[in-house]
């Protein structure tokens, strides 16, 4: 099999807009995958609810927004199936079948599981739903016979059980399914607005729909180097938020100057922030405009996922019929 012939398979959760951190450790990877597999990208509206059910509105919002900020940052609908977890309702098929054979310790030692049941977290996550989520995401992967799947470090203990239970329903019933490996993506070191993590629920996230004035205000509220209090205090870009998107964002000559001025006090937090806000805008430019132009056309982005779903549910169904045959459930 050559490597187009491969089929890699990734999801994200519906659960908010995408911010720099997703692009850097998510996006780009899936931007590469896609000149080399068979990729399969979808949004988990599914798994959202599995957390957000009180708040099925974000939800719906979100899965439209995700989209976006993909074919935003250039994933290719020509190259990659896209479609909505929900719309191809063989997942939820599986994901009964599976239920049965895959034994209760196995979810119950999940530290996406053991994590959540604490009394702080009080008993939002304490449902069926939320104890099987890693037999859904099995069901997502399996069910496209996906050989790889991309995902960050926290996602690990998912892909392994999906391994065990690839191996459990092959050796029960025979071979279906190939045992897929994970590719473990790195994830850069991006902190947010205040030196923690970019993350949704700290409010301190570079969006990728924000627009340019947004963008100028964030950059101007970052936090620098704490030591850098007054203009002549030196200070050390390692210690400083703003450089790893310099890193990312700016020419060689312009990180280059920071490296060697910040240490100096010779350039100040303003003007370097001057620097970063213009290249940032330099950046993200393309893909603010490609959202943009698919926000203004709905009806394009409908027939994108109209197409992904249609391709999708074909080859889904297909692994469906070969499942119940084995389970003798055919008619
Ligand atoms: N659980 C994944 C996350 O939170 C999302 C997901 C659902 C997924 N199904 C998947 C990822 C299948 C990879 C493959 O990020
Ligand atoms: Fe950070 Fe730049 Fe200020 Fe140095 S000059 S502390 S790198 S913002």
Redesign the pocket.
């Known amino acids: 099999m050559n490597d187009k012939g491969k089929r890699v398979?990734?999801?994200?959760?519906t659960t908010g807009r995408l911010h720099l951190g997703h692009y850097h450790g998510v996006l780009v990877n899936w931007l590469r995958f896609q000149e080399e597999y068979d990729c399969f990208f979808?949004a988990?509206d599914w798994?959202a609810l599995t957390s957000e059910y009180q708040n099925p509105e974000i939800i719906r919002d979100s899965t439209r927004d995700i989209l976006l900020d993909w074919l935003g940052a250039g994933i290719d609908p020509e190259r990659a199936t896209l479609f909505i977890?929900s719309h191809v309702m063989e997942h939820a098929e599986l994901h009964l079948l599976l239920s049965m054979i895959t034994p209760l310790s196995w979810l119950l030692r999940n530290p996406t599981y053991k994590d959540s049941q604490t009394e702080a977290a009080g008993d939002t996550l304490a449902t069926y739903g939320f104890l099987g989520?890693p037999v859904?995401?099995a069901a997502?992967?399996i069910i496209y016979r996906?050989h790889l799947?991309?995902?960050?470090h926290?996602?690990l203990p998912?892909?392994e059980l999906?391994r065990e239970i690839a191996r459990r329903f092959n050796h029960l019933y025979g071979d279906v399914f190939p045992v897929p490996d994970p590719i473990l993506t790195e994830v850069p070191k991006l902190s947010g607005l205040d030196g923690r993590k970019m993350s949704k629920s700290y409010d301190n996230a570079i969006y990728l729909s924000d627009d340019e004035a947004a963008v100028t205000a964030k950059v101007s509220s970052m936090v620098t180097d704490i030591r850098r209090a007054r203009r002549t205090d030196p200070g050390d870009p390692e210690q400083c938020n703003l450089f790893p998107l310099h890193r990312l964002y700016s020419p060689a000559g312009e990180v280059e100057r920071i490296r060697a001025e910040c240490p100096q006090a010779a350039i100040g937090c303003v003007e370097c922030k001057r620097l970063l806000t213009k290249n940032l805008l330099i950046g993200m430019g393309p893909l603010r405009e490609r959202r943009r132009r698919y926000e203004e056309h709905p009806g394009l982005v409908d027939e994108i996922l109209a197409a992904g779903t249609d391709h999708a549910r074909r080859v889904a169904r297909e692994t469906m019929t070969r499942v119940r045959d084995a389970m003798k459930l055919s008619r």
């Open positions: 398979l990734s999801g994200m959760r979808f988990a798994h977890q989520y859904l995401q997502d992967i996906a799947v991309p995902i960050g926290d996602q998912h892909v999906t």
